[in-house]
């Protein structure tokens, strides 16, 4: 994975202007990735598997992938979700009395 110099190459002991690392998985591209710089990498990461993309600012950055960056140090998701699963997913919350 790019360290925090190598994506922006600011300077060693300057806060990195752009700490949200988006990847893509090599093989289902519709995975996608963020680390925030600096952050342990999560269980099971295999660099090999994921492919650089792009560096943003925090105000570049969703805020949902914001949080999920600062509590965990990471944000994983997949593109292309259907309503039908969105259905499925608000009928699981309805079921727990909870709601991602």
Request: glycine fraction near 8%.
């Amino acid at each position: 994975m790019p360290n925090d110099h190598e994506v922006r190459g600011h300077p060693v002991g300057q806060p990195d202007p752009c700490p949200y690392r988006f990847l893509v998985h090599v093989e289902v591209p519709a995975w996608r990735l963020v680390l925030l710089a600096g952050a342990k990498a999560p269980p099971g990461l295999r660099e090999v598997d994921w492919r650089f993309t792009r560096a943003r600012t925090a105000g570049d950055t969703n805020p949902d992938i914001r949080r999920q960056c600062d509590e965990q140090g990471f944000s994983l998701f997949k593109l292309g979700g259907t309503f039908a699963d969105v259905a499925a997913d608000v009928a699981a919350a309805s079921q727990t009395g909870r709601s991602s």
